[in-house]
């Protein structure tokens, strides 16, 4: 799935870019309560010509609000803010250890047992802290959103992913641009007359990866968009598998990576 990342989309400008992605055939669109921009997200699905039963939304917890009440409040207020009477996805945006992960999940099962939201999952969890959620089995973990792209191939994480039934969603999928001038990357571009960018979006999807991309411009949307009339080859896939390029661009807590990936 091929989804509208929403960070610092806001005001008018933001509405329109959330309405113009719906009508050029997005329909995961991905916003947090630390974006502070539901407004302009829930404005641009009212706008758009697309019925909400059609669109998938998800939001996230920010990191301070993880206690179970916490999690009801955040919970009440991205639906208030967004217009809506449900969530397709509701993430915890960071992990925080000054707060039980037993009483978050417990948070996240109380918001699934009152239909305000579909799934829920986990953001920026590194795999040993999958492990600790998966062995508390409090939550059904349907996702985990994390940086991964071209230049940040995390395999480890994927395939624990996989094995778990976890949905790997990839923000910055084009590492904010870094990624785009790649030799590899334009002599595949050049082969099937693509950009960079559709290219690096097509091997996560290829990797069985979502991606949320942002975009403000139409064009762009549309650009991104179309990735769908060709396949890389598996010699392809393994070229880029092997770019030596490591680049992370979203920082993380100090200490994080001390028990692994």
């Not at 969890?125 to 230049?151: G, K, S």
């Not at 007359?193 to 097509?202: C, F, G, N, Y």
Request: glycine fraction near 6%; charge should be negative; charged fraction near 25%.
């Amino acid at each position: 799935m091929l989804g509208l990342g929403t960070f610092d989309l806001r005001g008018e400008e933001g509405t329109s870019s959330v309405a113009s992605a719906i009508n050029h055939g997005y329909r995961h669109l991905d916003t947090a309560l630390g974006y502070e921009n539901h407004d302009a997200v829930g404005q641009g699905i009212a706008q758009s010509a697309i019925a909400r039963e059609e669109l998938f939304v998800t939001s996230k917890i920010p990191r301070d609000e993880l206690s179970f009440d916490d999690i009801q409040r955040a919970c009440e207020r991205s639906l208030r803010e967004l217009g809506l009477s449900y969530l397709d996805l509701f993430l915890v945006h960071w992990p925080n250890n000054d707060i039980p992960l037993a009483d978050t999940l417990r948070g996240l099962a109380h918001l699934l047992d009152t239909g305000q939201v579909k799934n829920v999952g986990v953001s920026n969890f590194t795999t040993w802290r999958l492990r600790e959620v998966l062995e508390l089995d409090m939550a059904p973990i349907a996702v985990n959103q994390v940086e991964y792209h071209v230049y940040l191939n995390q395999e480890k994480l994927r395939s624990y992913c996989t094995a778990n039934d976890i949905t790997l969603v990839a923000y910055s999928p084009l590492a904010q641009g870094k990624l785009l001038k790649d030799e590899i990357l334009t002599e595949i571009a050049a082969r099937y007359e693509k950009t960079t960018a559709q290219i690096a979006l097509r091997w996560l999807l290829q990797k069985e990866v979502a991606a949320i991309p942002r975009s403000q411009s139409p064009e762009r949307q549309i650009a991104n968009f179309d990735l769908f009339d060709f396949s890389l080859s598996p010699k392809e896939i393994e070229r880029i598998d092997d770019i030596e390029e490591i680049l992370r661009v979203i920082g993380f807590w100090p200490g994080e990576f001390e028990k692994g990936e």
